[in-house]
């Protein structure tokens, strides 16, 4: 009987001048492509009566505008391109995950390093009809192919980049990044006065804890994202596991909506840590 | 394989125990906002705005949770 393929890190496919290319870098490349098409589409022929996909285009951007304009107030012209990026990155890296065929078409590689393309939840979903329509022949075919299956290493081709801690954790670090430059260019010196007061005991403590709270929004910006997609992933593997016929569908559509939710509170968290950064302090 | 079954029950409580209180606290936030809203419907964007933040905020401790779950299950 078929395992469940579950692995908490992106699996190496191959290497490329020395770097080694993951199935969820793949991915990344092919949503970026998209996205870059997309953008390449829209902006290369902006007309005044707008056309469909303008159209929609007009749509995403503004509503998000809008949405990020409660929070930022004026800032919002100086860190939209860089929070509606984030947005779109995150969302298409999400949402390719949903996509049939990822994670279910990979690679074998057995001892031998033989490769041979086949679809694990699909054998999953099949195994026990087909052993039981097959003639004794092709029956133990099936079983030795299903030996081999099981000593040799399944890799998925394509895994969502979300559920790469690699890349929660590069864009969690690239905000917060941001999010520091961002508060010593508004504010200059006196924003490090947030973490390093010695006026008082009790503000020189105070201090020290937004210093380890600046560190924890990483964990929690890689975390939140990751987690989520990842736990996104194992829930679809088991259920379609479990039960093969249409149980997954809800699942998939509460997936849909995890992928736009977290999409949006990446950004959304972001612009608050940005309008808390740049903004003077009141007390 | 006495150490596998412990590592099994370890991550199930880190996991389960983890998540009853940002359960509760999502419950209170979300009933909250559906007051707020109910009270005065013309807020309803900006109150979901919040509530989409607040919700974040307490997800991250069951996400605490879930890394020490995968700690100890893949390590």
């Known amino acids: 009987m078929p395992t469940v393929h579950i692995s908490l890190r992106a699996e190496t496919l191959f290497q490329l001048f020395g770097i080694p290319v993951t199935n969820a870098l793949l991915t990344t490349w092919f949503s970026m492509a998209v996205l870059i098409f997309l953008s390449l589409m829209t902006s290369g022929n902006i007309k005044m009566i707008p056309g469909t996909l ?60 033989k490769e041979a393309l086949f679809s694990n939840r699909a054998v999953a979903a099949t195994s026990e009809f087909t052993a039981g329509e097959k003639s004794a022949g092709e029956s133990a075919t099936a079983a030795e192919n299903q030996k081999t299956v099981k000593n040799s290493e399944f890799i998925p081709l394509f895994r969502s980049g979300s559920a790469d801690l690699n890349t929660t954790l590069a864009l969690a670090i690239m905000t917060v990044g941001y999010v520091q430059y961002a508060g010593l260019s508004a504010l200059g010196f006196s924003y490090l006065k947030k973490f390093f007061n010695i006026s008082n005991p009790i503000n020189f403590v105070v201090g020290i804890l937004e210093l380890i709270s600046e560190f924890a929004r990483i964990v929690s910006f890689a975390f939140r994202l990751f987690g989520n997609i990842f736990a996104g992933e194992v829930l679809l593997t088991v259920i379609a596991f479990l039960i093969p016929l249409l149980a997954p569908i809800p699942f998939l559509g509460l997936e849909l909506f995890v992928g736009l939710i977290q999409a949006m509170v990446f950004p959304l968290l972001a612009a608050v840590f940005f309008s808390m950064a740049v903004s003077h302090e009141e007390h | 394989m006495p150490e596998e079954g412990l590592k099994a029950i370890a991550t199930a409580i880190a996991m389960g125990l983890g998540a009853i209180g940002p359960g509760i606290g999502i419950g209170i936030l979300a009933s909250k906002a559906l007051e707020a809203i109910g009270r005065n419907p013309e807020a309803e964007s900006k109150i979901r705005t919040t509530m989409i933040l607040g919700i974040a905020f307490a997800e991250a401790i069951a996400i605490y949770a879930l890394v020490i779950a995968l700690i100890i299950k893949f390590t």
């Open chain 1, 54 to 113: 303008q159209n929609i285009m007009e749509m995403a951007v503004g509503g998000i505008h809008n949405l990020f304009e409660e929070i930022l107030k004026e800032n919002i012209q100086r860190f939209f391109p860089f929070l509606m990026t984030l947005f779109l990155f995150i969302f298409f890296n999400n949402w390719a995950g949903l996509l049939p065929g990822v994670g279910t078409i990979g690679l074998t590689k057995n001892e031998e390093s």
